[in-house]
């Protein structure tokens, strides 16, 4: 059965609602999307290495926590369901950093991006996660422009310091 999103303006207010193959398919109608940024005392960040057989960024390093926000679901409910649901956290107090719109190829979507210190542990899907590490700063730096990272990850990635 395919997903539910609700259709938002870039306000976030709900205008409609589409599944997911709809939103994925190039229409790029606007839809709602949580990202989780995990930081350890260290001040490293947990990255997500996509599993090979997604839809979309198969197999690059991404955000914590990324997840589509469902049809009449709030944001963050959302954003601790999805926390869950990738890596088995519930207990964590998440701080707002920015919405943003990111458009690709295919799809468009008004992004809630949120960040939290959290050591662990994780758990998680092989089938939706093929890796999870901390990654120091400098090393995610190295790596910028180099097809390693999602394209939305880098967007945010400058906007997690300030």
Request: net charge negative; hydrophobic share 35%.
């Amino acid at each position: 059965m395919d997903e539910i999103f609700p259709l938002v303006d870039k306000e976030g207010n709900v205008i409609g609602k589409a599944s997911r193959k709809e939103c994925h398919n190039g229409s790029k109608l606007l839809h709602p999307v949580i990202h989780l940024h995990i930081f350890n005392s260290e001040g490293k960040i947990l990255l997500q290495k996509r599993a090979s057989n997604k839809d979309i960024q198969p197999s690059k390093w991404d955000t914590s926590v990324g997840g589509h926000i469902d049809y009449g679901e709030d944001i963050e409910k959302a954003l601790f369901r999805e926390a869950t649901e990738e890596l088995g956290i519930k207990d964590f107090i998440p701080h707002f950093i920015r919405s943003y719109l990111f458009e690709s190829d295919i799809e468009k979507e008004l992004v809630y991006s949120f960040k939290t210190i959290y050591a662990g542990p994780f758990v998680f899907d092989p089938k939706e996660i093929d890796e999870i590490r901390f990654w120091n700063l400098k090393d995610i730096q190295h790596n910028m422009g180099k097809s390693i990272f999602t394209p939305n990850f880098e967007e945010e990635f400058n906007y997690l310091f300030r």
